[in-house]
């Protein structure tokens, strides 16, 4: 029923949209050039007139409805019922006559609780009927309200424009909600944690075995929860995906804007920009099964033993799957270089590799940037090659050839399984979700910086 | 003198030829973008510290050939040139020349203004630094001061060498590019319609500075002013249609042009 009032709403205002240009129209008709805004300004006016009170109205009420029926029916039980109830068994009469008024009996019903039921579906039907009614009524009483305004001389643009004003802060105000509410929802468990764990022992430990008991009848560690092993393994894989991915990015872009011709160029660009369409699990396998016995064999040839997950395999092939990020922006930012600055710098008898170092990357610095950022963003943000390639120990080490972890990845494995929210092994991976949240933001505050300060702006 | 006799028996339509010595001469110049021929023959010579101005309707080819003095139509991948063109009596088309070196030489401005994006002193600076003039510090600051004096640009700007390039107002980045392209001491500066872009004030500027700069620099430009040849050049020479319709002594085109398509053109009937 909700969906179908939905569309009669949509209906409303499409026909409001027509009344409202055909209106329009008849104004320019009959009064010419003093008609202030276009006939399509007068429908969108109206459109929105007639849509968007009724369907805030909807949504409010749908929102409410529930629970004020809810309340209404628990009120409506005779006293015998709910006397000297706890309030959990009250949510269960509740879910039962709900059952019941749905069809779903199990077992024989008191004949209270059938009643209410009754009650409960008949409340539903008056409910939702009342709302079909108030909402048209509220989109006719709009189409009324909206046609009396229109006049010639009436400014429908600028109060169709308020209207889209409007329409984008509330979206940016939902998005800023949104990051808010992640921000709280983070801080309060991570707060939790740091109430069952010392700071100090997060931020500085240099042990991290969080796999303790949750259960009595569990065997497991005792536990230690040094966050330090798990982030210098973050960034020792992002690092190595960087170190593989920026030079090859940037030159393949190099070459691709400055060197390849346009025919070379429109077969390569899009398979390059494949590679990010190519599920993480299959970047994987290709790190199991094929880079890492290859690094082993190098290792084995100089003589170096090498541990079958090592950071190295699970980095390299990150550094392929961010690869298309770089070299995709950076061609991009390259391109938008105008020519004329090319033109400037041939003409100062300048080779193609100073007109490349000296005007064209400090011009395409910004783009070239967003896309190292957005890049190692991903390489930090990965989990799948990370599992499958570097393994899960936490190992403190700089060395590439050994099994590291990450942020992500030991998020993951404490989220799995038991979980229980007053164990510091499940709200550990709050606390970790919360520095990475932070030194992601850092990260991006500070990339920011360097562009605005070396940025270089062109007409 | 032996050269410019030699010249006027070159070049059949240069009745009346430079009186000074010749700095580049270009000898039955053709030019192809692709199967399309957009410069048929053409034969002129450009007189040392002289303003020589091309004119003619659009789509003549005056860019076309002013390019073929500093090889910039070597950036255009579908341009061919043939004939031959010389700086100094040595073939600039040479395989064995180095086209970096013949643009230090061989300096341009751009119709439209396209200062780097950097600063004002780096825009000076670019020149001199690939090209390796100056080491220290001290003697680049030299260079960047006399380049803009030079340009006439200096005491409007000298307070803000550091801000960027591209801040300043249309007739003051023209100026730049100018001083840009004189920063490495060229021997002849192209200039490709330099004006076009500018208010009468910024254009009264940069003429004034062409006519000071001839004292040291030979100076080739594009114009579709009539009155802008007139002013500040010495020879001018008429493109049709990729033909070299006319070339003589500025006033002499003005006064009394040879050709029946100079006339009309100077005239204002076609164009
Ligand atoms: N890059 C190019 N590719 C193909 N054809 C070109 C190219 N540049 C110029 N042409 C052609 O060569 C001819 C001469 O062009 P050119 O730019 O030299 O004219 P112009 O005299 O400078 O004209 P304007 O006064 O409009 O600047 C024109 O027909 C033009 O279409
Ligand atoms: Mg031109």
Redesign the pocket.
Known sequence: MTGYLFLAILALSLVAFYVGRSTASRFVASHGAEVHSRPLYHGAFAAVWVGVPALILVVLWLLSQDGLIDRLILASLPASVTEGVSASRLSLYLSEIKNVASGRIFSEPSPEILAAAERYQRWQAIAGWAMVVVALAVSAIALYLARIRMAPKFRARQSFERALDIAMITSAVVAILVTIGIIVSLTYEALQFFRLVPPQEFFFGLNWEPQIAIREDQVAGTGAFGAVPVFTGTLLIAAIALVVAVPIGLLSALYLVEFASERFRGIVKPILEILAGVPTVVYGFFAVLTVAPAIREAGSLVGLSISPNSALAAGGVMGIMILPFISSLSDDALRAVPQSMRDGSFAMGATRAETITRVLLPAALPGIVGGVLLAASRAIGETMIVVMAAGLTATLTANPLDGVTTVTVQIVTLLIGDTSFDNPKTLSAFALGLVLFVSTLCLNVLALRIVRRYREKYE | MNMLTDAAIENALDKTPAREAVKMRGSDVRVF??E?Q?LFDVNLDIGENQVTALI?P????????LRCLNRMNDT?D??RVTGDITLDGEDIYNPRIDVVELRARVGMVFQKPNPFPKSIYENVAYGPRIHGLASAKNDMDAIVETSLQKAGLFNEVKDRLHEPGTGLSGGQQQRLCIARAIAVSPEVILMD?PCSALDPIATAKVEELIDELRENYTIVI?T?SMQQAARVSQRTAM?HL?NLVEVGPTDKMFTNPEDKRTQDYITGRFG
């Open positions: 973008y692709g399309k957009a003619g659009s789509g003549c080819g005056k860019s076309t050939f255009i579908i341009c319609e594009v579709h493109f990729g």
